[in-house]
């Protein structure tokens, strides 16, 4: 009997999750539910008719609302590659300011996809290269690090002249850290994937254009730590990443919070901090 009860208790909690707050567990009466299960199948014809069922009362609210996957219907559209359906969403009034549980809107979820269309679609729409920077969550530009999608990530990149008009130098400063860390990090990965295999490394890498072509400091400390790039590719024991911050003239010698430089970590790692002769 109490086993029932927990049951019960948990299907309760997932539809409480909303975003305005307004929604209670309700949200999953239909035709909000199909929505989300044509959505999930991929079938735009049917998502078109549900959706002008769900617009035409008083349930648009619905349309922002997190479904039992954590995510809004416009996060799942982007999550499932639903090309169809994203526009027909756009269209109906979907939110591109709407997040799934862990802070991720639809642009996060299109950049860290590498999927260009969907990008501009939704910038088109009003999303930010920034959503997240305010509320200290990871910014669709650090999704476009991660992703390592060449396209993308020159997209990401060319933002940044941009956004140096409009932003604080301490939020600048901020997003730059935060970037370099996930270009560091995109670096890594690629490198340890492309191990063993002929080289088909990203060229130039995600740090080299976000240094050269983004204007950003490669000596950047990050929060809360005060770790570089050079501290977190020498943490990561990636050779290949910290011989290309080397080259790009990484200081070896500024330390963190706990008095460690990256010559330090470099010794007792037994990595090697010359860069190629």
Known sequence: MGNHHHHHH??????????????????????????????????APVV??????????????????????????????????LKEALPVLLEKGA???????????????????????????????????????ERDTMTPLECAMFSSHQEVTDMAVAQLQHLQQHLSRRLLQLLHARLLFAAVR???????SSEGKESRVVTPSVV????????????????????TALHH???????AVVRNLIELNADDDICNTRGCSPQLIARLAGISLAADK
Not at 64 to 75: D, E
Not at 102 to 124: E, I, M
Not at 214 to 224: A, C, Y
Not at 233 to 239: I, K, N, T, Y
């Open 95 to 133: 939110c591109v300011r709407t997040y799934s549980e862990d802070g991720l809107g639809p642009l996060h979820l299109a950049a860290l996809r590498g999927a260009p269309p969907l990008v501009n679609r939704l910038l088109s729409a009003g999303a930010s290269w920034t959503d997240g920077l």
């Open 10 to 43: 948990r299907s309760g909690h997932y539809t409480d999750y909303n975003i305005s707050g307004a929604i209670t567990t309700t949200t999953t009466a239909p035709p909000a539910s199909g929505v989300w299960t044509a959505l999930a199948e991929g079938k």
């Open 48 to 81: 078109r008719t549900l959706l002008n069922e769900l617009c035409s009362g008083v349930r648009s609210s619905l349309l922002n609302s997190l479904q039992p996957c954590g995510l809004t219907p416009l996060c799942l559209a982007v999550a499932c590659d």
């Open 208 to 227: 080299t254009r976000l240094v050269k072509r983004g204007g950003v400091d490669v000596n950047l400390r990050s929060s809360p730590h005060g770790n």
């Open 233 to 239: 590719a020498l943490m990561l024991r990636s050779q």
């Open 186 to 192: 995109a670096d890594v990965k690629n490198d340890r």
